[in-house]
T-cell receptor, first 114, second 110 residues
């Protein structure tokens, strides 16, 4: 069964450093998403991406964040200058031809900012 | 701005049906009801969704009341591996985001 994969599984970085989290969505999917979950809190929507552009973003997704689909398979989330409060699990998700159908989530990357 | 209300926790005996309720009294006509679950710290897993008709798949059944103000997710024969946080989400057709609430923590006990 096809699945969303994410790398790395755990990333430790120092405050102020840039990080790139990587995702490989399900191959025939067209919509891509990033979510985050701070430890003990809710899963929060960050951004959705379709047709090589952001289609929707939340108030969390400020100028420190960016997303990119550099090739036909990868989908990345970049945090330019990490802060302690960016420590969280980051989940990538993808969905097929229409945004209203189900989204499939990856296993997540645990980001720890020290 | 929670659109759904779920009990914070429930227990279920292994092998019995788990019935997880969700209230969404302000649901709009074009909003679907989705159910996801999250096992420990894994990524959320899609279970089922519906608009107004009852739905069934290999994982679960979704019962939506006629007025669509509430729904119930049914796991027909719960196993220990079904222990997870279950999220009920209402979402407008065409919206990109899933808005997760606190969910119901289901514990399946031997």
């Amino acid at each position: 069964e096809p699945e969303v994969t994410q790398t790395p599984s755990h990333q430790v970085t120092q405050m102020g450093q840039e990080v790139i989290l990587r995702c490989v969505p399900i191959s025939n999917h067209l919509y891509f998403y990033w979510y985050r979950q701070i430890l003990g809190q809710k899963v929060e929507f960050l951004v959705s991406f379709y047709n090589n552009e952001i289609s929707e973003k939340s108030e969390i997704f400020d100028d420190q964040f960016s997303v990119e689909r550099p090739d036909g398979s990868n989908f990345t989330l970049k945090i330019r200058s990490t802060k302690l409060e960016d420590s969280a699990m980051y989940f990538c998700a993808s969905s097929g031809g229409r945004p209203r159908i189900e989204q499939y989530f990856g296993p997540g990357t645990r980001l720890t900012v020290t | 701005d929670a659109k759904t209300t779920q009990p914070p926790s429930m227990d279920c005996a292994e092998g019995r049906a788990a019935n997880l309720p969700c209230n969404h009294s302000t649901i709009s006509g074009n909003e679907y009801v989705y159910w996801y679950r999250q096992i420990h710290s894994q990524g959320p897993q899609y279970i089922i969704h519906g608009l107004k008709n009852n739905e069934t798949n290999e994982m679960a059944s979704l019962i939506i009341t006629e007025d669509r103000k509430s729904s119930t997710l049914i796991l027909p024969h719960a196993t220990l591996r079904d222990t997870a946080v279950y999220y009920c989400i209402v979402r407008v057709e065409g919206n990109n985001d899933m808005r997760f609430g606190a969910g119901t923590r289901l514990t399946v006990k031997p």
